[in-house]
């Protein structure tokens, strides 16, 4: 972009110098244009249809506010129909293409209307919808016949146990033999036969289950069996005996020693009563108990009725069959998954095993033809424009590659890919890009970037805020970027997101300085925003840090986005002149680092401060950019001293403990930023009331008081809280002599600096001898607002007043007051900074001594 005049405060010679090293440090460090910022946009144990919530409309009513505050990605939930039901979160997914459409009700996430509605709201606010994808796994298929499976089975012998190969988690199976009809199989005694398949010493000792019923008789809910050893009947020993099994109850064994005989025979008697002579089946499951999988297996079955080993009768069953979906699409069988009769498996390892529910194979041709056509649909059906690959650790680079060939191939590019391996291994992490590179064309390289959450810079992170004594400047080396080398355009970074949920993994203390880090250095990847650090969630410990975050991600847009080089000032081994005005090193809780090359050629300083107790200290800088006596004001509003100015190569950072600061070239900081004033009548006295949302070198405020035509006169001071970035709230009396000639006040307050400058605040208005007579609820004001608003109310006498704001469905939303109120004239403020657009009802409930009486009116939000 060209420029005709050059900025004010720059001269040509710094101007040349800055470009000297832009081209310098390109070597090293990529331009990294964030201007992107995504949203996890739910959580774990987000209200699912089941609580009769709808979370799709839940976002849907945020679409203003989160394309406010910057956001351009929302991630979605995994939101086709799962096999656990509408209390689901997705990732047990069933009918690939039902999104609660097809006579089931809504998923979890809601129906295909409301998801519809969601797009259609995302995309009127240049929200881009992120699918989670889930291409390594399904689940709640119809039971089918599976012979790969009993061919595998058939074959784990001792050699394949110790060349790696793992048992089937054989409580993904059932076996079954045929009863009654035509199949010979009646009443009477029937011994099963169990032992480890290989024989191999490492099973010794693993538990294992046993449970069998017909489709006549099911569970009995008695309490469980256990097996009695010796058990091992005549294939041990002529003498030995075997131990009775009941239908409809477990039988808890252990893999015996393969030294010995290995058997448990397990005797069951079958009456007539038990199944139905015309046609029935016997069923065997196996569980694993507290073990892992053992290779355990029915290897003979003796009929006594038919005085005969009936072992080949036995069929072995997994739950693959997705042939008969509401759908009736995205159709699949036992063929699709591992093992299979196509490819070969070990079921080992990362790739093979299967980790969740039924492993799709990836290698099958119809399975890739399957998943590519439903990411299609997802595209130009529903309306996604971003994928968030599930579980990518545990299918074949291949795979990704080949689905982003697809994609471009049909002229899909996604803004946004992005693939979850969970490992905080750099190596292991940097290779899955590489990998899934060294799969795509050339010209899907060009259209499409795939990504990877950061696992590891989070984790140094989430030590930084979390672990005493440790050194925060590990997080300059954590990141995939600086530790290994990856492109910031490859990598999404993070916080805390859905499968940090047990105790400890979350970011438990201060995560808005982990935060302010993500979103301000733009070298190290696109910042990913948890929905509960973000929001305020209830069970969340550390919520509600919007105005936090949208204070950075503002600050990065504006100064920081597009900056190409950066230098982390307070590294290890650094060296800059550093030091501590306490005489106590605090380097190893301080983060400070330099960026430039920003497109307006401003450079930012960022301070981080993770110690429990207040940072000052003196730090050199990059001066090739940032010249003696430049001054650098915080655009945070956090920093004790506000504004840095470069001295002998340095600057003086001063910050509170666990704080951070954005410090930015040649901008005056932050001001205060006053959000509301107004003021209220009770008991002949006015109540004045104020709020800031953030503070810098605040010193306090004049109140002022003038009458009609009259000259104003301070009646009071406040202090202020000097610096601060969260909302402070204030309040004054006054005690006015009301008359017949004043018979009303007007109010100002005088915004008074450290330096001595000031601002002046609006006027309000208070009337002194108001004399109500009746109950009233005035309009609004102002209305339309955004977000701040007043209710005024006036009472003929004291009572009790209840004051609450609804939604167009009936639901109230916020509770304003629920108290007793003298009489007189009343105001409150609302403040709908976290609800949507639209329209919302003020219902107002009055009780006095002498009546009852209720209004309500009608209020916009406009945003």
Same mark, same amino acid.
């Given at each position: 972009?060209?420029?005709?005049?050059?900025?004010?405060?720059?001269?040509?010679?710094?101007? =040349?110098?800055?470009?000297?090293?832009?081209?310098?440090?390109?070597?090293?460090?990529?331009?990294?244009?964030?201007?992107?910022?995504?949203?996890?946009?739910?959580?774990?144990?987000?209200?699912?249809?089941?609580?009769?919530?709808?979370?799709?409309?839940?976002?849907?009513?945020?679409?203003?506010?989160?394309?406010?505050?910057?956001? @351009?990605?929302?991630?979605?939930?995994?939101?086709?129909?799962?096999?656990?039901?509408?209390?689901?979160?997705?990732?047990?997914?069933?009918?690939?293409?039902?999104?609660?459409?097809?006579?089931?009700?809504?998923?979890?996430?809601?129906?295909?209307?409301?998801?519809?509605?969601?797009?259609?709201?995302?995309?009127?606010?240049?929200?881009?919808?992120?699918?989670?994808?889930?291409?390594?796994?399904?689940?709640?298929?119809?039971?089918?016949?599976?012979?790969?499976?009993?061919? $595998?089975?058939?074959?784990?012998?001792?050699?394949?146990?110790?060349?790696?190969?793992?048992?089937?988690?054989?409580?993904?199976?059932?076996?079954?033999?045929?009863?009654?009809?035509?199949?010979?199989?009646?009443?009477?005694?029937?011994?099963? *036969?169990?032992?480890?398949?290989?024989?191999?010493?490492?099973?010794?000792?693993?538990?294992?289950?046993?449970?069998?019923?017909?489709?006549?008789?099911?569970?009995?809910?008695?309490?469980?069996?256990?097996?009695?050893?010796?058990?091992?009947?005549?294939?041990?020993?002529?003498?030995?005996?075997?131990?009775?099994?009941?239908?409809?109850?477990?039988?808890?064994? %252990?893999?015996?020693?393969?030294?010995?005989?290995?058997?448990?025979?397990?005797?069951? %008697?079958?009456?007539?009563?038990?199944?139905?002579?015309?046609?029935?089946?016997?069923?065997?499951?196996?569980?694993?108990?507290?073990?892992?999988?053992?290779?355990?297996?029915?290897?003979?079955?003796?009929?006594?009725? =038919?005085?005969?080993?009936?072992?080949?009768?036995?069929?072995?069953?997994?739950?693959?069959?997705?042939?008969?979906?509401?759908?009736?699409?995205?159709?699949?069988?036992?063929?699709?998954?591992?093992?299979?009769?196509?490819?070969? @498996?070990?079921?080992?390892?990362?790739?093979?095993?299967?980790?969740?529910?039924?492993?799709?194979?990836?290698?099958? @041709?119809?399975?890739?033809?399957?998943?590519?056509?439903?990411?299609?649909?997802?595209?130009?059906?529903?309306?996604?424009?971003?994928?968030?690959?599930?579980?990518?650790?545990?299918?074949?680079?291949?795979?990704?590659?080949?689905?982003?060939? $697809?994609?471009?191939?049909?002229?899909?590019?996604?803004?946004?890919?992005?693939?979850?391996?969970?490992?905080?291994?750099?190596?292991? =992490?940097?290779?899955?890009?590489?990998?899934? $590179?060294?799969?795509?064309?050339?010209?899907?390289?060009?259209?499409?970037?795939?990504?990877?959450?950061?696992?590891?810079?989070?984790?140094?992170?989430?030590?930084?805020?979390?672990?005493?004594?440790?050194?925060?400047?590990?997080?300059?080396?954590?990141?995939?970027?600086?530790?290994?080398?990856?492109?910031?355009?490859?990598?999404?970074?993070?916080?805390?997101?859905?499968?940090?949920?047990?105790?400890?993994?979350?970011?438990?203390?201060?995560?808005?300085?982990?935060?302010?880090?993500?979103?301000?250095?733009?070298?190290?990847?696109?910042?990913?925003?948890?929905?509960?650090?973000?929001?305020?969630?209830?069970?969340?410990?550390?919520?509600?840090?919007?105005?936090?975050?949208?204070?950075?991600?503002?600050?990065?847009?504006?100064?920081?986005?597009?900056?190409?080089?950066?230098?982390?000032?307070?590294?290890?081994?650094?060296?800059?002149?550093? $030091?501590?005005?306490?005489?106590?090193?605090?380097?190893?809780?301080?983060?400070?680092?330099?960026?430039?090359? @920003?497109?307006?050629?401003?450079?930012?300083?960022?301070?981080?401060?993770?110690?429990?107790?207040?940072?000052?200290?003196?730090?050199?800088?990059?001066?090739?950019?940032?010249?003696?006596?430049?001054?650098?004001?915080?655009?945070?509003?956090?920093?004790?001293?506000?504004?840095?100015?470069?001295?002998?190569?340095?600057?003086?950072?001063?910050?509170?403990?666990?704080?951070?600061?954005?410090?930015?070239?040649?901008?005056?900081?932050?001001?205060?930023?006053?959000?509301?004033?107004?003021?209220?009548?009770?008991?002949?006295?006015?109540?004045?009331?104020?709020?800031?949302?953030?503070?810098?070198?605040?010193?306090?405020?004049?109140?002022?008081?003038?009458?009609?035509?009259?000259?104003?006169?301070?009646?009071?001071?406040?202090?202020?809280?000097?610096?601060?970035?969260?909302?402070?709230?204030?309040?004054?009396?006054?005690?006015?002599?009301?008359?017949?000639?004043?018979?009303?006040?007007?109010?100002?307050?005088?915004?008074?600096?450290?330096?001595?400058?000031?601002?002046?605040?609006?006027?309000?208005?208070?009337?002194?001898?108001?004399?109500?007579?009746?109950?009233?609820?005035?309009?609004?004001?102002?209305?339309?607002?955004?977000?701040?608003?007043?209710?005024?109310?006036?009472?003929?006498?004291?009572?009790?007043?209840?004051?609450?704001?609804?939604?167009?469905?009936?639901?109230?939303?916020?509770?304003? *007051?629920?108290?007793?109120?003298?009489?007189? *004239?009343?105001?409150?403020?609302?403040?709908?900074?976290?609800?949507?657009?639209?329209?919302?009802?003020?219902?107002?409930?009055?009780?006095?001594?002498?009546?009852?009486?209720?209004?309500?009116?009608?209020?916009?939000?406009?945003?």
């Amino acid at each position: 972009m060209a420029r005709n005049k050059l900025l004010p405060g720059y001269s040509y010679k710094k101007i =040349l110098k800055a470009i000297f090293f832009i081209i310098l440090f390109s070597s090293f460090a990529s331009p990294i244009f964030s201007q992107d910022f995504m949203m996890q946009g739910w959580y774990w144990d987000y209200p699912k249809a089941t609580d009769s919530f709808n979370w799709a409309d839940n976002l849907s009513g945020k679409a203003a506010d989160l394309k406010a505050s910057g956001f @351009t990605y929302i991630w979605l939930p995994p939101f086709c129909r799962a096999s656990s039901g509408n209390n689901s979160n997705g990732y047990d997914p069933k009918d690939l293409y039902d999104l609660g459409e097809y006579g089931k009700g809504a998923t979890g996430f809601g129906t295909r209307t409301d998801i519809n509605e969601l797009i259609t709201a995302f995309n009127s606010q240049g929200l881009k919808a992120v699918a989670d994808v889930v291409y390594n796994h399904r689940d709640g298929g119809v039971a089918e016949d599976n012979f790969a499976l009993k061919t $595998y089975i058939a074959n784990y012998d001792w050699t394949r146990a110790n060349t790696g190969y793992s048992p089937y988690p054989y409580d993904r199976m059932r076996c079954y033999i045929l009863l009654g009809g035509a199949s010979g199989n009646g009443a009477g005694d029937y011994y099963f *036969k169990i032992s480890s398949a290989s024989g191999h010493t490492k099973f010794k000792d693993y538990q294992y289950s046993i449970y069998i019923q017909t489709k006549t008789i099911g569970w009995k809910g008695l309490s469980d069996l256990t097996e009695s050893e010796p058990n091992g009947g005549g294939d041990c020993d002529p003498d030995q005996v075997n131990n009775n099994i009941e239908l409809g109850r477990n039988m808890n064994s %252990t893999i015996d020693d393969p030294a010995g005989c290995r058997t448990d025979e397990y005797k069951l %008697t079958l009456s007539a009563s038990d199944f139905n002579s015309a046609g029935d089946t016997l069923f065997i499951y196996f569980g694993k108990r507290s073990s892992d999988y053992s290779d355990a297996r029915v290897y003979g079955i003796w009929s006594g009725p =038919l005085s005969l080993n009936i072992i080949d009768e036995l069929k072995y069953q997994t739950y693959t069959d997705f042939t008969h979906m509401p759908s009736d699409q995205g159709e699949m069988t036992f063929a699709n998954f591992k093992p299979n009769e196509t490819n070969s @498996t070990k079921l080992d390892g990362d790739w093979d095993w299967p980790w969740f529910f039924y492993d799709y194979d990836q290698n099958v @041709t119809d399975t890739k033809d399957k998943l590519f056509a439903w990411t299609n649909w997802l595209w130009s059906n529903v309306g996604i424009r971003g994928l968030r690959m599930d579980a990518v650790k545990h299918f074949p680079y291949q795979f990704v590659g080949d689905i982003l060939d $697809y994609l471009h191939d049909n002229t899909i590019d996604p803004g946004l890919v992005v693939g979850e391996f969970y490992d905080a291994n750099t190596s292991a =992490l940097k290779s899955w890009i590489d990998n899934v $590179y060294a799969n795509m064309d050339a010209d899907t390289k060009a259209a499409i970037t795939p990504r990877i959450f950061d696992f590891s810079l989070r984790s140094a992170l989430e030590q930084a805020c979390d672990t005493y004594g440790y050194d925060v400047r590990n997080v300059f080396n954590a990141s995939l970027v600086d530790a290994a080398g990856v492109s910031g355009y490859n990598v999404v970074t993070f916080i805390n997101n859905h499968d940090f949920r047990d105790a400890g993994q979350m970011v438990d203390n201060n995560p808005i300085l982990a935060y302010a880090y993500i979103l301000t250095n733009n070298q190290v990847g696109l910042p990913c925003v948890f929905y509960p650090d973000y929001f305020n969630v209830s069970g969340f410990t550390n919520t509600n840090l919007k105005s936090q975050i949208d204070a950075l991600i503002s600050v990065h847009k504006q100064y920081i986005a597009g900056a190409t080089s950066r230098e982390y000032l307070s590294r290890f081994s650094t060296n800059r002149y550093i $030091y501590f005005n306490d005489l106590t090193d605090h380097s190893s809780t301080t983060l400070i680092y330099q960026l430039w090359g @920003t497109p307006s050629g401003k450079d930012v300083i960022v301070a981080i401060n993770f110690a429990g107790v207040a940072l000052d200290c003196w730090i050199g800088v990059n001066t090739a950019t940032i010249s003696e006596g430049t001054t650098l004001g915080d655009k945070i509003g956090n920093a004790t001293l506000s504004t840095l100015t470069v001295s002998g190569g340095r600057v003086n950072v001063k910050l509170p403990a666990r704080s951070y600061a954005v410090f930015v070239e040649g901008e005056a900081p932050l001001p205060v930023e006053l959000i509301s004033f107004n003021g209220k009548l009770e008991n002949e006295k006015v109540i004045l009331n104020w709020q800031t949302a953030t503070e810098v070198n605040n010193y306090g405020f004049n109140v002022e008081r003038r009458t009609k035509s009259k000259e104003w006169s301070t009646i009071g001071f406040v202090n202020g809280y000097g610096n601060s970035n969260s909302p402070k709230s204030y309040s004054f009396i006054d005690n006015p002599e009301a008359s017949p000639k004043y018979d009303q006040f007007v109010y100002r307050l005088k915004q008074i600096d450290t330096d001595g400058s000031f601002t002046y605040s609006n006027e309000i208005i208070i009337k002194i001898n108001d004399k109500p007579g009746e109950f009233l609820l005035c309009q609004n004001y102002p209305n339309p607002f955004n977000p701040l608003t007043n209710i005024e109310f006036t009472l003929p006498e004291a009572g009790l007043v209840k004051i609450g704001v609804f939604n167009v469905l009936g639901e109230q939303i916020e509770l304003l *007051k629920n108290n007793t109120e003298e009489k007189g *004239k009343h105001i409150i403020e609302w403040n709908a900074q976290n609800y949507s657009s639209g329209i919302y009802f003020c219902k107002i409930e009055y009780t006095s001594p002498s009546s009852s009486k209720m209004k309500i009116l009608k209020m916009l939000l406009s945003k």
